[in-house]
């Protein structure tokens, strides 16, 4: 089955730089799309970015033009580059494969989470 590993975060100062990274392995089978999602405390799982099954990059309003979301051509490994780190974006971040129809993300398809700490 297929397995999304996680690498990067960390505890930054506002206005700092994270990379995260996500090695995928195994198949993923049907038609699917790569994403970024996050949850903060108390909040509801949010997506934050999302390379579609046009290749188009979206991202959602608070981190346009300051996350840029990216993978290699094998859709092996995807990124998501934060910069101009707001307090706001302290989260747990998933990578995450879901359904391009759909949307939805099964047990198979999401990242082990990754902590990112922002401090104002």
């Known amino acids: 089955q297929v397995r999304l590993v996680q690498s990067g975060g960390g505890s930054v100062q506002a206005g700092g730089s994270l990379r995260l990274s996500c090695v995928v392995s195994?198949?993923?089978?049907?038609?699917?799309?790569m994403a970024w999602f996050r949850q903060a405390p108390g909040k509801e799982r949010e997506e934050v970015a999302r390379?579609?099954?046009?290749?188009?990059?979206q991202y959602t309003d608070s981190v346009k033009g300051r996350f840029t979301i990216s993978q290699d051509n094998a859709k092996k490994n995807l990124y998501l580059q934060m910069n101009s780190l707001k307090s706001e974006d302290t989260a747990m971040y998933y990578c995450?494969?879901?359904?391009?129809?759909?949307?939805?993300?099964?047990?198979?398809?999401w990242g082990q989470g990754t902590q990112v700490t922002v401090s104002s």
């Open positions: 390379i579609d099954s046009a290749g188009r990059h």
């Open positions: 995450a494969a879901p359904d391009c129809a759909s949307g939805h993300v099964d047990s198979n398809g």
């Open positions: 195994g198949y993923i089978y049907g038609s699917y799309c």
